[in-house]
């Protein structure tokens, strides 16, 4: 599938090299059904082939919602063996937008509750509107959250913090989620789109290859078995081999702005 293909649940557009993806359930609040975790995995592994997209917004339709969890309606009369599928598939959809050697953003632009703020929580940074809400009300259904939750909101905010909105099902807002740390900025509603792009440009002038090499090593610091330090070690060193590197310390020596070639 190429950037340009037509979705059912999602929207995608490509402007200046950054691919928004907008979840388009708005009536529904955007909850996620499984098709459209399954859409939102299909962009993001077709942005990592298209050389034209350098960065990716993830955000919700609508201005009320990012997204208000999995589709309650259609997970409540699965079976054990259903939901187990739909946790591990939805594991994997989180962790190709966490392993994205391109940046994502979620742009949060209202709820992101249960599986909305665990797709929020898998994105590299997380901008949100004023009157954005977080949350992970699984508690109130019965069940644990099943997209990464229980263990992406400790790497976020702590232990201490994480376990309280996990065990109470509270939803905080914005200027919460930035205290703790859950969210990078908070900006007004109509400045969100923009101020995700500004970051997402910025990014796009340093080096593509070091920039896939930032996101492999800090994602390794939370990988049981892996040791972060030696893959810093082992990224280095292969990244003198690069164009990318050529051309950036070139650049530095000659007082030129450099012009990454991404490989
Ligand atoms: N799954 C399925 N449908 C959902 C949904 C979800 N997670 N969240 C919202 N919707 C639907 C509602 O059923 C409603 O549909 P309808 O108009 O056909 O009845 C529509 O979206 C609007 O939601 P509504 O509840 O009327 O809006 P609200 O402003 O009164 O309340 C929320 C907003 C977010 C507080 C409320 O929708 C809610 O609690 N949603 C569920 C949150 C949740 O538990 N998420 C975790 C799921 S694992």
């Known amino acids: 599938m190429s950037t340009n293909t037509v979705y059912a649940n ?8 950054i691919l928004t993806i907008t979840l388009n359930r708005e009536t529904k609040l955007n909850a996620l059904t499984l098709g459209t975790l399954q859409e ?8 990592q082939r298209d050389p034209l997209v350098k960065g990716i917004i993830l955000t919700g339709s609508g201005q009320k919602a990012f997204a208000a969890g999995a589709d309650i309606s259609e997970f409540a ?5 259903q939901a187990t599928r739909m946790s591990a598939d939805g594991h994997d959809v989180m962790n190709t937008i966490e392993n994205s050697e391109k940046p994502v953003i979620a742009a949060v632009n209202g709820f ?3 599986g909305g703020c665990e797709l929020a929580m898998c994105c590299h940074m997380r901008i949100a509107s004023e009157n954005a809400k977080f949350g992970q009300p699984e508690v109130n259904l019965g069940v644990p959250p099943g997209y990464g939750g229980t263990q992406r909101l400790i790497q976020l905010i702590g232990k201490g913090k994480a376990i309280e909105l996990l065990l109470t099902g509270d939803a905080i807002d914005a200027q919460t989620a930035l205290n703790l740390g859950l969210v990078n900025h908070v900006v007004p509603q109509e400045e969100l789109i923009a101020r995700s792009k500004e970051i997402l440009q910025k990014i796009s002038t340093k080096s593509p290859v070091a920039v ?3 996101i492999k090593c800090v994602n390794d610091f939370f990988r ?9 070690i082992y990224e280095f060193g292969e990244s003198f081999i690069t164009e990318d590197f050529k051309e950036g310390t070139d650049a530095f020596l000659n007082k030129r702005k450099p012009n990454f070639p991404g490989k």
């Open 112 to 114: 992101a509750l249960g």
């Open 40 to 47: 939102i995995r299909a962009a993001v592994q077709s942005a």
């Open 224 to 232: 049981p078995n892996v040791n972060g330090m030696q893959r810093e």
């Open 212 to 214: 896939g090499k930032v």
């Open 77 to 81: 009369h699965f079976t054990e063996d």
């Open 10 to 17: 999602i929207l995608t557009e490509l402007q200046e090299g």
